[in-house]
């Protein structure tokens, strides 16, 4: 049966976003089951009564990698994706797998001109103040419990379940809710954070405060890290480097984490390409871009 077929402008991105059917591995990317289900029910072509399946078929991704203008203005939604191909060039590896270990706790990520970020590799989060003795995954300086709120992650979903009074989206909740891909959390009276999965094809989500209070360590965000995060020029990075002319993708493995490094690239002083580890104190440099992880 043939696939249901709607026009689509091609400069439609979001739009089409919203309405690519996910049944297919996009190049060998699984796409994560939360992206799934929120288009599973729109339909399944775009542009011209052309499918998504016959699009990568077609080597229309690797087109814009090789940065054919033609096709990026003809289909440059899919610019935006282009991040993918480097995602399934390092799942192929046997330095990332399907199975990232849950002793790879927390990250810190400095990107000069940028700002700082914590990464947690955990797939449960607890929010709380940042006390002496805390034990919580992300610490906040404001009026909180020590335990505030948990957020888990469950096959792309997030859940937020409320230890003390939390409201989501404006509604207070006494039980665990599902997260959509945008919220709004107030946990007690006064500390507020906007939660969002910025990239359709990855279930890293991105925290970050919107009242006066800050994160212990100091960051501007945190991550909670899926199995990729994506730094770079594009509004739907997780970290957006507006100055930057390429994306770098970081993986979280059962080895720890790893880069996929591109021509020009320097880690720690040496030139390197291909799949990185980042073990240890690491600092990477490019022509236009500079950050430490820790």
Not at 9 to 25: F, H, I, K, P, Y
Request: a positive charge.
């Amino acid at each position: 049966m043939a696939p249901a077929r709607c026009a689509v402008a091609a400069d439609s991105a979001d739009g089409l976003r919203r309405r690519v059917a996910t049944g297919w591995s996009i190049v060998g990317f699984p796409v994560e089951s939360a992206v799934r289900r929120n288009v599973q029910k729109q339909c399944s072509t775009i542009g011209r009564g052309l499918s998504m399946q016959g699009l990568w078929q077609q080597g229309l991704v690797g087109a814009i990698g090789r940065g054919s203008s033609k096709m990026k203005k003809r289909f440059p939604f899919l610019a935006d994706l282009e991040a993918t191909r480097a995602i399934e060039s390092a799942r192929t590896s046997d330095q990332v797998t399907d199975h990232p270990s849950q002793e790879v706790d927390s990250r810190s990520l400095w990107i000069d001109g940028v700002g700082g970020f914590q990464l947690i590799g955990r797939d449960e989060a607890i929010i709380g103040q940042a006390a002496s003795g805390s034990r919580a995954d992300i610490r906040i300086v404001g009026d909180l419990g020590r335990q505030a709120a948990a957020i888990r992650r469950s096959n792309g979903d997030y859940l937020v379940q409320p230890l003390q009074e939390t409201r989501l989206n404006g509604a207070l909740i006494d039980r665990p809710c599902l997260l959509p891909s945008r919220a709004d959390l107030v946990l007690g009276n006064r500390v507020r954070i906007a939660f969002c999965i910025p990239h359709p094809l990855s279930a890293t989500a991105r925290l970050e405060l919107n009242s006066v209070h800050r994160f212990h360590p100091r960051v501007d965000a945190v991550l909670l890290m899926a199995q990729s995060c994506v730094l770079g020029p594009s509004p739907q990075s997780h970290v957006l480097c507006r100055n930057w002319s390429r994306e770098i993708v970081l993986f979280r493995a059962a080895s720890g984490y790893s880069m996929r490094a591109g021509e020009g690239v320097w880690v720690n002083g040496k030139a390197v390409s291909g799949i990185v580890r980042l073990t240890g104190p690491t600092r990477v440099e490019g022509d236009d871009f500079s950050f430490s992880f820790e």
